[in-house]
């Protein structure tokens, strides 16, 4: 069995907001939060990073990157979802905004897309389309990947089986750190179809 340790990126000044397509970069904070994480990942054994275009995701995997002696590889499919009209707000400025839609979002989430924001399933799509090309690569590679809560629970959801509290709970923190065990069967269904 291969493994892939999915990381979340360190924290930006946009902590509390609608972050999505936002590109903040590194707060101090993060900056103390990435020098933990690469204290945490020094038993690791990894050949290569992969991240997020975004900076926050970048930053951070760069650092990895550097403390590994390893190459980082930029893969935009690693975006967080975009929250269109909501990026950079806070929840109270979403609900003074627009109350009713608020509402609505919640009681639908997460199948009902922000105002201009990106569609759950699309999002999804991308993302699993990406964790495919990923689990591939650990065939012959140990991989991280640092990217966004929405898709580490993506990821937790849709591959693991985690509840969304479960997956809530597991990437609350910046830097936190979800291992994703590709099974051989997974494997063999994955360069079964590329073949």
Same mark, same amino acid.
């Given at each position: 069995?291969?493994?892939?340790?999915?990381?979340?990126?360190?924290?930006?000044?946009?902590?509390?907001?609608?972050?999505? =397509?936002?590109?903040?970069?590194?707060?101090?904070?993060?900056?103390?939060?990435?020098?933990?994480?690469?204290?945490?990942?020094?038993?690791?054994?990894?050949?290569?990073?992969?991240?997020?275009?975004?900076?926050?995701?970048?930053?951070?995997?760069?650092?990895?990157?550097?403390?590994?002696?390893?190459?980082?590889?930029?893969?935009?499919?690693?975006?967080?979802?975009?929250?269109?009209?909501?990026?950079?707000?806070?929840?109270?400025?979403?609900?003074?905004?627009?109350?009713?839609?608020? =509402?609505?979002?919640?009681?639908?989430?997460?199948?009902?897309?922000?105002?201009?924001?990106?569609?759950?399933?699309?999002?999804?799509?991308?993302?699993?389309?990406?964790?495919?090309?990923?689990?591939?690569?650990?065939?012959?590679?140990?991989?991280?990947?640092?990217?966004?809560?929405?898709?580490?629970?993506?990821?937790?959801?849709?591959?693991?089986?985690?509840?969304?509290?479960?997956?809530?709970?597991?990437?609350?923190?910046?830097?936190?750190?979800?291992?994703?065990?590709?099974?051989?069967?997974?494997?063999?269904?994955?360069?079964?179809?590329?073949?």
């Amino acid at each position: 069995m291969s493994e892939i340790l999915f990381i979340r990126h360190a924290a930006t000044d946009m902590a509390g907001t609608f972050c999505g =397509h936002s590109d903040p970069d590194i707060n101090a904070r993060g900056q103390e939060q990435i020098s933990e994480l690469i204290d945490r990942l020094r038993k690791e054994s990894i050949d290569i990073v992969y991240t997020s275009d975004l900076r926050r995701a970048a930053a951070t995997a760069s650092a990895i990157a550097e403390a590994s002696g390893v190459e980082c590889e930029v893969r935009a499919a690693l975006r967080e979802i975009s929250f269109g009209t909501w990026e950079g707000l806070s929840w109270k400025d979403i609900e003074q905004r627009d109350a009713v839609y608020a =509402h609505r979002w919640i009681s639908e989430y997460p199948r009902l897309a922000a105002p201009d924001g990106e569609d759950f399933s699309d999002f999804e799509r991308r993302v699993l389309k990406e964790v495919e090309f990923l689990c591939a690569k650990a065939i012959e590679q140990r991989i991280a990947v640092v990217t966004h809560a929405g898709v580490l629970r993506t990821v937790l959801c849709s591959l693991d089986n985690c509840s969304l509290d479960d997956a809530w709970r597991q990437t609350e923190s910046y830097c936190a750190i979800v291992r994703h065990t590709v099974a051989p069967p997974l494997l063999t269904q994955i360069i079964g179809a590329s073949s």
